[in-house]
């Protein structure tokens, strides 16, 4: 399997990654045999029309921007001798490219945060990582999934590498679209835009990689409207399937103001119990590693070893940060699926022949669309995308959400 293959509907951008993954394999080729100083190495780097330094991924959720990073990552690192006869980089079997996939290759630095943002600190440490040779001769890559996070001040510290960066290291940066990303940043990138997959593309992906039936595949990705992470999610994980069927409900649920207040307390509480599950999954365990690290007993029954509260109050505080952000993406879900179902209620109201995404709730939309008309709708569509800008301003949840269900009922 090639390292291309999970990268699903984005031909033109695999053509271009293809491209580029050959001519880095015949720069490093060539100046292994020539035995080019560093120098003349990155200027040749330089030199090559199709390969850069610096890439941007963009496109909306789901589109794959971080699987094709990886993948081009793997690609960069190929080890192949069918190189040799012509292959393209990125065979997925030899060591360099399933050391880069599962995430342990020496030479590929993978930042993918769970908090809020990315700060200057953290930031620092990726500028100085980039800055080695790579250990295995060939690229040293760093993979930034979530530059869209990135504070100013971070941005700042990283521009000055993804600017000049060392002979051999290549930066790939991920964001949603070019205007979350720094304007200083991005125009030293190569652009590369990703489109949402087509649903039967995501459907067959499911069957195919992750064994899913077919027909639960094809509901997940028509309900996900081709969101490939969202509609693994939902067809692998029975909860998510019952989290999302109960905000299909929540539009019957808005009869008056009490109604209002009770969905979206619920719609929070949904919200909070997934950050605890994920908390309970991982918080032992890494509270439990960093105390071994530190030198305390097993078991947690010992006291810590002096000069060690400072590391466990860290781990704590990101903890704490990680637990938030998971709060309001699992809450920006439910928004995302909300909005889906009041599009399907349009389309519903305008004729439109193409079929509803949420073919499970078709009653609950034949009822909504009938006792309103579309400008209505369109308002409770604005009021959903409304909520969702205030989370991202890190408005209360509970806050957000009332006033969104109160903008609901009112239509």
């Known amino acids: 399997m090639a390292v291309w293959d999970d990268l699903v509907g984005q031909g033109p951008v695999v053509e271009q990654l293809s491209a580029a993954a050959r001519d880095a394999d015949a720069l490093v080729t060539e100046a292994s045999h020539a035995g080019e100083t560093e120098q003349a190495a990155a200027d040749a780097f330089r030199a090559a029309s199709r390969m850069t330094h610096a890439w941007l991924f963009t496109g909306p959720p789901g589109s794959g921007r971080s699987t094709a990073a990886r993948a081009f990552a793997a690609a960069l690192q190929c080890v192949s001798p069918d190189r040799a006869l012509g292959a393209t980089p990125g065979c997925g079997f030899c060591d360099g490219c399933h050391t880069t996939l599962v995430g342990t290759h020496a030479d590929v630095e993978v930042v993918a945060t769970d908090q809020l943002s990315i700060g200057v600190k953290d930031t620092r440490d990726l500028v100085r990582r980039s800055s080695l040779s790579p250990a295995g001769g060939r690229w040293q890559v760093m993979v930034l999934e979530d530059a869209d996070r990135l504070t100013e001040g971070a941005g700042n510290v990283l521009l000055k590498s993804v600017e000049e960066p060392a002979p051999r290291t290549v930066w790939l940066l991920c964001a949603p679209s070019l205007e979350d990303v720094l304007p200083t940043i991005r125009s030293r990138c190569r652009h590369l835009n990703l489109r949402t997959p087509p649903v039967d593309a995501v459907a067959d992906v499911l069957v195919r990689r992750d064994g899913i039936e077919p027909e639960l595949a094809a509901a997940a990705a028509r309900a996900t409207q081709g969101h490939i992470g969202r509609a693994r999610r939902l067809a692998t994980d029975e909860r998510a399937r019952s989290r999302r069927s109960a905000v299909l409900r929540l539009p019957l649920q808005l009869g008056d103001v009490g109604g209002c207040l009770r969905a979206a307390q619920t719609l929070v509480d949904s919200a909070t119990e997934d950050a605890k599950q994920v908390a309970e999954e991982s918080d032992a365990k890494e509270t439990e590693e ?52 009041y599009r399907d209620v349009l389309a519903v109201q305008l004729g439109s022949p193409v079929p509803v995404a949420n073919a499970e709730a078709r009653d609950t939309i034949d009822t909504v669309a009938a006792s309103c008309r579309p400008e209505n709708t369109l308002r409770r569509i604005e009021a959903v995308l409304a909520c969702r800008e205030a989370l991202e301003t890190n408005v209360a949840p509970l806050l957000a959400v009332e006033a969104m269900t109160m903008a609901l009922r009112a239509g």
Do not use: I
């Open 290 to 341: 960093l105390r071994a690290a530190l030198g305390a007993a097993p078991g947690g029954g010992s006291r810590m070893p002096r000069g060690t509260a400072g590391a466990m109050k860290e781990l704590a505080d990101r903890q704490k940060r990680r637990a938030t952000r998971t709060q309001r993406d699992t809450l920006d879900l439910a928004l995302v699926d909300l909005a889906g179902f």
